[in-house]
């Protein structure tokens, strides 16, 4: 789905070269870019690869980043005129997205988020000890539903067809951290490319209001 209704849309697949430097090409998520694009770059195993954009004469990124390196790979993409649709945590949005031209954020529809298998279960198998001593360890974790994590999601996206900054989505509620200089306030409603954005002198904030 991220591929059809976000993805495709942007108009980003009419690049050359469509690197994904953080999807192996035994990711489903590289799977499905191949089914969209002819020249898609995987990761292989340099954890730099995110930066080698010199290699590609027209290229744009399409992937699901770490969310802990969101800030910094968008800011690194916009100082570099890069195109990318990225995944990110909607959880809290720096500004700078908001105050950069041809940049915005699409919202994932659901109020529960998004489910995220988030590596627990490879750890476990790995570690003899723990599979030697704990052998039902996995399905007791799998029963409590530890396996996974629900996040609500976003995709941030630059230099694409899209002209608005923030694309329709309902929230029931949502915190934000108190870094009043760093993230966003959102009133609570429905979200389209209609909705008032603007930053407060006052909390230093990007304030997006719905309409």
Known sequence: MFFEKVVEPS?????????????????????????????????????????????????????NPPFSMSAKIEQTYFDKRIPFVLFRSAVAYPKFIFKTKRAGVIYENSAKGVDFVWGLEKHIKNDSYITENYPNIIDNIKAMGGLEKRIPVGFSFYKTNYDFKVKTVTFSRLKYPSKKDIFLYFNRGVFDESSTIYEDEEDGRIHIISN
């Open 11 to 63: 108009g980003i697949l009419q690049h050359d070269t469509l690197l994904m430097p953080f999807s192996n090409s035994e990711s489903p998520l590289y799977n499905v870019a191949t089914k969209y694009h002819e020249n898609v770059v995987p990761f292989e195993g340099n954890h730099e690869s995110w930066l080698l954009l010199d290699n590609y004469q027209d290229v744009a990124v399409v992937d």
